[in-house]
């Protein structure tokens, strides 16, 4: 298990540089049921390695001029107050309760991208900013972040197209810059709950950065809409497997 968990740590990073999100969902089954960490434990380590990860990767899309700094960090400012809430109540809450809602908030996130995959593949033109409908809807992406330790990436992107207008290249690098917002808002919240195995988080920070430099690195080349699909029926299998556990 400890080789599978070292090896998804890439594809968590992979994930984050290519498409902007979706590498977070899977951090904390990795770190639970791969590298045996408590499902509390879990969550705030995901945090830690969202927030290092996702800062790496937002840098090649910052220097080629893919992150709308403006909408992002006002995304970014609504979701953090969520997230330091959401990261002091997930403390609170039983891990068994927490682990199933992650499977669920998984199976969300594995349909989205379905969904995405599917839609309009070029690149839409950037319209006018819904500035309302942004700052609502990072209060609720902080929340989740904060209370599951996702990053959130897979409702980011859709939102920061519909509701912030911006093009596709610009949404997956503009929601690097929340994820990473949000994490460390989680991170703090729940840090005076919950011990963090240093080395693990580290290993798996490590092997996600390296992921993520290569995911931005060859974003460009490989379609978006066909890694979406695939990963994106990977983490509703993901999801199946740790409801069923949980079940049993």
């Given at each position: 298990m400890?080789?599978?968990?070292?090896?998804?740590?890439?594809?968590?990073?992979?994930?984050?540089?290519?498409?902007?999100?979706?590498?977070?969902?899977?951090?904390?089954?990795?770190?639970?049921?791969?590298?045996?960490?408590?499902?509390?434990e879990a969550i705030a380590g995901s945090l830690i390695v969202v927030a290092m990860t996702s800062s790496v990767a937002l840098i090649p899309h910052a220097r080629a001029g893919?992150?709308?700094?403006?909408?992002?960090?006002?995304f970014g400012a609504a979701s953090m107050a969520s997230?330091?809430?959401?990261?002091?109540?997930g403390a609170l809450i039983p891990g068994t309760v927490l682990i199933s809602a992650f499977a669920l908030?998984?199976?969300?996130?594995?349909?989205?991208?379905?969904?995405?995959?599917r839609g309009p593949r070029g690149s839409p033109v950037c319209g006018h900013v819904r500035l309302p409908r942004v700052l609502g809807v990072g209060l609720g992406v902080g929340l989740v972040t904060g209370v599951l330790g996702a990053g959130g990436g897979f409702v980011i992107v859709p939102a920061l197209t519909l509701f912030g207008g911006l093009a596709m290249c610009d949404a997956i690098g503009t929601s690097l810059l929340v994820i990473a917002m949000n994490a460390v808002a989680g991170v703090a919240g729940?840090?005076?709950?919950?011990?963090v195995d240093t080395k693990t988080v580290v290993a798996v920070t490590a092997l996600a950065v390296l992921g993520s430099l290569a995911g931005a690195r060859v974003g460009r080349r490989v379609p978006?809409?066909?890694?979406?699909?695939?990963?994106?029926?990977?983490?509703?299998?993901?999801?199946?497997?740790?409801?069923?556990?949980?079940?049993?």
């Open positions: 400890l080789v599978l968990g070292l090896v998804l740590s890439l594809v968590i990073g992979l994930s984050l540089g290519l498409l902007g999100g979706g590498g977070s969902i899977v951090t904390v089954p990795v770190l639970h049921y791969a590298l045996g960490l408590g499902v509390h893919r992150v709308q700094w403006r909408t992002g960090l006002a997230a330091f809430a959401g990261g002091r109540l908030a998984m199976v969300a996130a594995g349909v989205a991208m379905l969904l995405r995959s729940g840090a005076l709950h919950t011990h978006a809409h066909h890694l979406q699909r695939v990963f994106g029926g990977f983490v509703i299998a993901v999801a199946a497997a740790i409801l069923l556990g949980e079940c049993a």
